[in-house]
């Protein structure tokens, strides 16, 4: 009994020492394709390449703040990109603020598969440090793209074009195809990221709501100045025609090049004589020439289905479904002439043939 009981226990050594050689061996290899997959195996190991990267989050390595958090660029051990959005810290009074739209964003992209939507890959949560980490998006935000005069001449039409159709399908995927759907809130150029390819993505999920069918969806104003809808004057309901709004805005930025804050200013008084004389290529970024005229049609399109998306009345607002499927449908649209039809003639029919 005691020779059997050495041999079991000399037998029970070797097999642990194989096992752990053997996963050792599993995680270096996949630690040499992507540091992220082996999260599951030791969290510490990222979390520490993460310190590292960004040399304890030194402002040199910093490439954005927002409301609540700051966002660094990491270049991590694997040679792999990823952008680290750490919570700013806060007084205890404001620390429940900070900690609602970090679990926010955390519960929304859980729930999100989709192209044009960021992705995130994990998260941290302890007293020293609390931050998400996300793909890296090569080109930044829109905002920053259209404030930037060289940049903003690479980015042609056709490219806009397409920002603006990602950021529309993201929206529907949203609003129709996540249970419960999720009103992100935010949708502003700052919020829009673009990868190498000028891919859109829908980014800063931190004040997204999931509208539960059981509760009244009624919350704190909140969102950016400049993007939210008319009604958040008097209404705290949240809905999705609230992101309708704000896509529309951030269509006309897109094709003027800028915040539209004047023209959104003149929205209520359509029918003024400056409204219906206001060109249409004079609203366009003027950095850029005129749309050729394959995408005449295009632009048109996009120009109308952004002014209805403007609508005081959010009832009378599309829903994003509709909209995606119509920026995608490639219906034609002729006019007379691109460069003499007005903003009025645009909207309320005129020299515009559909």
Not at 269 to 291: E, F
């Amino acid at each position: 009994m005691l020779l059997l009981s050495i041999v079991i226990g000399i037998a029970w050594v070797f097999q642990r020492k194989t096992k752990k050689k053997i996963e050792m061996g599993q995680t270096e290899r996949i630690d040499q394709r992507d540091l992220f997959a082996i999260c599951n195996y030791d969290g510490r190991i990222v979390y520490e390449n993460i310190i590292e990267a960004t040399e304890n989050f030194d402002d040199k390595h910093c490439i954005g703040k927002g409301g609540y958090g700051s966002v660094y660029k990491a270049n991590l051990s694997t040679g792999q990109l990823v952008a680290v959005k750490k919570l700013h810290p806060v007084q205890e009074d404001a620390d429940m603020v900070n900690k609602k739209q970090f679990t926010n964003e955390i519960r929304a992209l859980t729930e999100i598969r989709h192209k044009n939507i960021v992705k995130l890959y994990g998260f941290c949560s302890q007293a020293r440090h609390s931050f998400l980490v996300y793909e890296y998006l090569e080109r930044g935000s829109l905002a920053k793209i259209l404030g930037d005069a060289e940049r903003a001449t690479e980015f042609d039409w056709i490219k806009r074009i397409s920002v603006i159709k990602g950021v529309a399908n993201a929206l529907s995927y949203m609003h129709n195809d996540c249970s419960p759907p999720i009103i992100h809130r935010d949708i502003s150029g700052s919020n829009i990221l673009l990868d190498s390819k000028y891919e859109a993505h829908v980014a800063d999920f931190g004040i997204a709501r999931l509208l539960m069918p059981d509760s009244s969806n009624w919350t704190s104003l909140a969102g950016t100045y400049g993007y939210l809808p008319p009604e958040c004057a008097y209404t705290m309901k949240v809905t999705e025609k609230c992101d309708v709004y704000s896509f529309g805005v951030v269509t006309i930025e897109t094709l003027m090049g800028r915040h539209p804050g004047e023209l959104l200013s003149s929205l209520s008084l359509s029918s003024s004589s400056a409204m219906q004389t206001m060109m249409l290529k004079d609203i366009l970024d003027q950095r850029l020439p005129l749309p050729i005229a394959e995408i005449y049609g295009a632009v048109v399109s996009i120009v109308k289905m952004a002014f209805t998306c403007l609508d005081a009345n959010p009832q009378s607002r599309p829903t994003m479904k509709h909209v995606s499927h119509e920026l995608s449908s490639h219906k034609p649209f002729f006019i007379e002439s691109f460069h003499t039809v007005s903003l009025g003639e645009l909207l309320h029919g005129g020299k515009v043939l559909k």
